[in-house]
């Protein structure tokens, strides 16, 4: 599955304060602060290497088809709101960039690996946070993620949500709250896991279940009575 870069800016501030970053301003952001953890050396990145990154197949969610064209404009605009610097290296032939979400939002590396494999993969449990950050950052417990989601929880505006639980999940879901998308409160069932149906309607659907549940055991306890009489 590929994503289409959007034409809306690559961040937008909201009157709350929280910022909207389109999905190729998130995947750059995200690549750039992965990157720096795991390829050091080849930090900062220039815009091949930022784009294909951008691009990678493994550890992607969803899977895009940037151009360098592409990356090149949301850097300029990632530049302009102070999201990303531009760097020029002595003897370098061409230009590297490099993210400022540490100083931004006063992100420490815990709490940062989180947030980038949030943005890179979207909506998981700790756990999976855990398992998938472990290059970026160790976790030695589930708790020390659920430190730092709620750490990113409680910032204002908060970077991370904690969603409901879904029907038949033991395991609470974060998501990262950048590109705009509104979530349910803890507690109330997600639209998608109720099938956009309220709460009033779901429970006028149960009970009318039940109702037809009474009446068909109803039926068969006469049908059975029926069939009794026949060998009396």
Request: glycine share 6%.
């Amino acid at each position: 599955m590929t994503d289409e870069v959007s034409n809306i800016p690559a961040a937008d501030a909201q009157g709350d304060g929280q910022v909207v970053f389109d999905a190729g301003a998130l995947r750059v952001l995200a690549v750039l602060a992965e990157k720096e953890a795991l390829t050091p050396d080849a930090y900062p990145m220039s815009i091949n290497a930022l784009t294909n990154g951008c691009n990678q197949l493994t550890s992607r969610d969803p899977v895009m088809a940037l151009t360098e064209a592409d990356v090149q404009r949301i850097l300029q605009d990632l530049i302009a709101d102070k999201f990303v610097s531009e760097v020029n290296q002595a003897g370098a032939r061409v230009s590297k960039y490099e993210h400022r979400l540490r100083m931004k939002w006063t992100l420490e590396q815990d709490k940062l690996a989180v947030l980038t494999v949030l943005m890179l993969r979207g909506i998981q449990t700790a756990g999976e946070i855990r398992t998938r950050s472990g290059r970026l950052h160790e976790f030695a417990t589930i708790a020390d993620v659920e430190a730092a989601l709620q750490f990113l929880i409680d910032k204002y505006p908060p970077l991370v949500a904690r969603l409901p639980r879904a029907p038949g999940t033991k395991e609470t879901r974060y998501a990262p709250l950048l590109s705009g998308e509104v979530f349910p409160e803890s507690g109330e069932l997600p639209a998608a896991a109720s099938g956009g149906v309220s709460r009033h309607d779901r429970i006028g659907q149960l009970e009318a279940e039940v109702a037809g549940l009474r009446d068909e055991v109803e039926a068969l306890k006469a049908q059975f009575q029926q069939f009794k009489q026949q060998f009396e």
